[in-house]
């Protein structure tokens, strides 16, 4: 099975190489836990180190926003073979007819359609799918984004949808059904030890990988993102 590299140091060899080419995984979490930075590392990485094209699809945060963030963390090389994309360039890229009347899931599924068959990418990033779900409300979400991740992976993709956790939820998705129709949960979590917030990293579910369940503490270094396992912490 071929896999694309997470770049997370340590955490590829956790995952017998990485993310199983052409799925959709979920990064979900509650507010700053770095959802939007890791979905972008990993888009940045195969761009720089394995020439791997990438599209990220930023919803909520302005394009200019986002790559300050990204400058911040060491990530400010511009890179042909990484493409952000926002609303508007979404709704300037379809027809007014489609602009109006189709929801917010349809609309991003018709411009990736479209959008991914003129380049051929690799990895796509929709942070966060939230977003889809604000303007309209969805009669039957499950069936709604049963199609939409069908669709992801019809489309020869890496697909890494962010989803937004409330605090004190136990839901990784919004609807409660994201997680069973999506093939991976990347978790990352916050917790509080003595005075101290610390940040954690747990893959919950990787079809067709063998992984084990330990919440990995997660750190962002000047290389990029690691995470301790066990033995690491043993030592
Ligand atoms: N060098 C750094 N090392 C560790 N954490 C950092 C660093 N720089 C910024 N941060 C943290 O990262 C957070 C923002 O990360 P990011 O935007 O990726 O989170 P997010 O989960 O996408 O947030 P949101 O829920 O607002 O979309 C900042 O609030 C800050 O706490
Ligand atoms: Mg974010």
Redesign the pocket.
Known sequence: MERIKTYIERLDEQLEGGIPKDTVSLIC??????????AYSILYKNAVANNLKGVYITL??EIESLKR?MG??GMAEENENLVIVDNDMIDRELGVDMRFELNSIKKAQYFLEDYLKREDFDLLVID?INALYSLTAIKNPRRAIYNFFAELRKMSVTSLV?S?MHLGDNKYGKYGVEDFLADAIIH?DFRKEKDMLERYLGIVKMRYTNHDLQYYPLL?NKDGFVIYTKAEIEL
């Open positions: 979490g509650t507010p700053g836990c770095m959802k939007s930075s890791l909520e945060q963030q911040t963390l966060p962010v937004e990352l962002y």
